[in-house]
């Protein structure tokens, strides 16, 4: 599969991608190192999008929760909620944080929909795939909620599920490093940050990108993944116009 997947009628010449899905964990929501939802992070973040999505975009965005929980965090048997339980409120924390992040666009004039893959009617529409695809073909920023609806993942696996689902042209995930490095840049100042990577070099390597899921439904369906730094100031407009950013993961070099 070539490297983006272009529809030569409705493509925008100017546009590197059409379409993209861009994965926000929760902890972009917040302060390094913080819980919980800060406003402006919210508004910096909403103002990102702002200037990508007025490039012509199209852009969904899944957004985490990890901000608020996990729920691998009830993984120990002794624990008082069961881990599956604990799933499903790290699916509900993506829906308080997608209904922030709403706000926060509509506040400075982006039309937005939040679509939940657990029904939720009364705070947002339930995720319905050729809806989803209209919204988007209608200039909205999608914003999908609860992950994939079920237990035992991430929403990395929810951002490569919904590129394929709504052919998205690349996976844009949006991390607090500048791509992926050798080895963690935190413990080894010396770590290498790679330019371009292919899969099986992710794979062989073991390198910390996605969670597995993510990468096999990637891997398998030839869906691109950027890995870039949001903190950086424009970066997420570079990232959706194509320009050299982060480390890029696709199938061939
Ligand atoms: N989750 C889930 N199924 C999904 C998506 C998310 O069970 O399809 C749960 C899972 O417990 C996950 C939590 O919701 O840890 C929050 O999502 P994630 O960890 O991906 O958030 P992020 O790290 O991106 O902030």
Not at 90 to 103: E, H, K, R, S
Not at 175 to 187: A, L
Request: aromatic share 4%; hydrophobic share 45%; with cysteine.
């Amino acid at each position: 599969m070539p490297e983006v997947v272009e529809d030569p009628v409705k493509a925008k010449p100017e546009l590197r991608y059409r379409r993209v899905i861009l994965k926000l964990s929760g902890e972009s929501l917040t302060r390094s190192g913080e819980r919980g939802i800060g406003g402006d992070e919210v508004h910096h973040i909403a103002r990102q999008i702002q200037s990508a999505h007025s490039s012509g975009c199209e852009v969904a965005v899944v957004v985490g929760g990890g901000n608020i929980l996990r729920g691998a965090q009830f993984s120990d048997s002794n624990a008082s909620v069961q881990e599956s339980t604990a799933h499903y409120m790290g699916m509900l924390a993506t829906v308080i944080n997608a209904l922030a992040l709403q706000d926060a666009l509509e506040a400075i004039g982006c039309p937005t929909r939040v679509m939940s893959a657990i029904r939720m009617d009364g705070v947002a529409e339930q995720f319905i795939r050729r809806r989803a695809t209209r919204h988007l073909s209608r200039g909205r920023i999608v914003i999908l909620a609860a992950g994939i609806g079920s237990p035992f993942v991430t929403t990395d696996t929810a951002a490569a599920q919904r590129a394929l689902e709504l052919e998205a042209d690349i996976v844009l995930k949006a991390t607090r490093v500048d791509g992926v490095y050798s080895e963690d840049p935190e413990k080894n100042p010396h770590a290498m940050l790679y330019d371009r990577l292919d899969f099986a070099e992710v794979v062989a390597k073991n390198l910390r990108v996605m969670d597995a899921t993510a990468i096999a439904l990637c891997r398998e369906h030839g869906v691109p993944i950027l890995v870039f730094n949001f903190k950086k100031e424009g970066n997420i407009v570079r990232a959706i116009a194509g320009e050299s950013v982060g480390t890029w993961i696709g199938l061939r070099l």
